[in-house]
């Protein structure tokens, strides 16, 4: 990770101080500097307000001010924000205060009166740790997504599966419902691997993932458990014939030709399905029954749909 120039010179920079001439003097150096989202205030008591809406990428903070040091700033400030991350550069004529800031969250000071290339240096170290450390955040969640969803399609990954079919039980056991866990297999998908490429195929399953995600409630959820199978977690079932309704619906669409690289490919998927409580009470068992579902509904001919048999639990 590396940071660019430019996004250095549009970090935003809070100055507080309560002495005019030195927030005159700090503007003028960092204009100078090239830098361009400076903003200022000499009310410490707006500081923990103003960060909190603006999300500064850098506090400059004055520590001796009437009515609220800059001690008192650092801990309101961090009394309101999630950010362990305290991007405060104090600002201090007293040397034996830089410590005691530093261990109060400070990430570094600055000395009075200023030297304007130590000062110069200071900002533009502090900013591209901040920005590192931003960056670091957006990877991590960047990475977390790619935990939880499948690469090909963006639909969620068995893990995220699992967690979702776990609160769809809870949901439909506290309020005495019925979820339903649909396990899908499209029929015939080997042969279009290895008669038109991997490349085609992995169209077909994008589509198909597009057009499963269009047929069902927005919260019901669509993952993709792997290879060719995909499972649907159907969130509270009012009625019987709801749920053949919608296996006829998911039937026919699946069933809608690709048009592909210049392919017209026709293809059908078969499903089976695993009802709360009836089939299992948790989403491994609710899985184990939907996918037995399917095996028979492979068995009776393809392009259709079997409910699992009624066990007792």
Same mark, same amino acid.
């Given at each position: ?100 800031? =530093? ?6 000071? %600055? &000395?009075? *009166? /200023? !030297? ?6 200071? @900002? ?114 009012t009625r019987d014939e709801n749920l053949a309704? =919608? ?6 669409? %699946? &069933?809608? *030709? /690709? !048009? ?6 026709? @293809? ?6 695993g009802l709360y409580p009836q089939h299992g ?33």
């Open positions: 990770m590396t940071i660019i120039v430019s996004e250095l010179l549009n970090a935003s920079i809070l100055i507080v101080d309560d002495e005019i001439s030195n927030v005159q003097l700090l503007v003028q150096m960092l204009t100078d500097a090239g830098y361009k989202n400076i903003s200022s205030t000499q009310d410490p008591h707006s500081v923990s307000a103003l960060h909190r809406a603006n999300q500064y990428d850098l506090i400059l903070l004055d520590l001796k001010m009437p009515g609220m040091d800059g001690f008192k700033v650092i801990e309101s400030i961090r009394s309101n924000e999630d950010d362990d991350y305290l991007p405060v550069i104090v600002i201090t004529a007293q040397p034996d205060q830089k410590l005691r800031a =530093l261990q109060a969250g400070a990430k570094d000071f %600055i &000395s009075k *009166p /200023f !030297d304007l290339l130590e000062v110069k240096t200071r @900002i533009q170290n502090m900013l591209e740790v901040r920005l590192l450390y931003r960056q670091l955040e957006v990877k991590n969640h960047e990475l977390e997504a790619i935990a939880l969803h499948d690469v090909l399609t963006g639909l969620p990954n068995r893990r995220l599966l699992m967690d979702r079919l776990a609160l769809a039980i809870a949901h439909a056991r506290r309020n005495r419902q019925t979820m339903a866990v649909l396990f899908l297999d499209l029929d015939g998908f080997k042969q279009i691997n290895d008669t038109l490429g991997h490349d085609v195929g992995d169209t077909v399953l994008k589509i198909v993932a597009g057009r499963l995600v269009a047929t069902v409630r927005q919260v019901d959820t669509v993952a993709r458990y792997g290879g060719d199978e995909f499972v649907i977690g159907l969130w509270d079932l309704k =919608l296996m006829s619906k998911l039937l026919q669409v %699946i &069933s809608q *030709p /690709f !048009d592909i690289q210049g392919h017209n490919l026709s @293809i059908t998927m078969s499903i089976g399905v009470e948790d989403g491994e068992s609710l899985l184990k029954s939907a996918d037995l579902a399917l095996y028979e509904a492979k068995n009776l001919g393809k392009n259709n749909y079997r409910i699992a048999a009624r066990t007792d639990i």
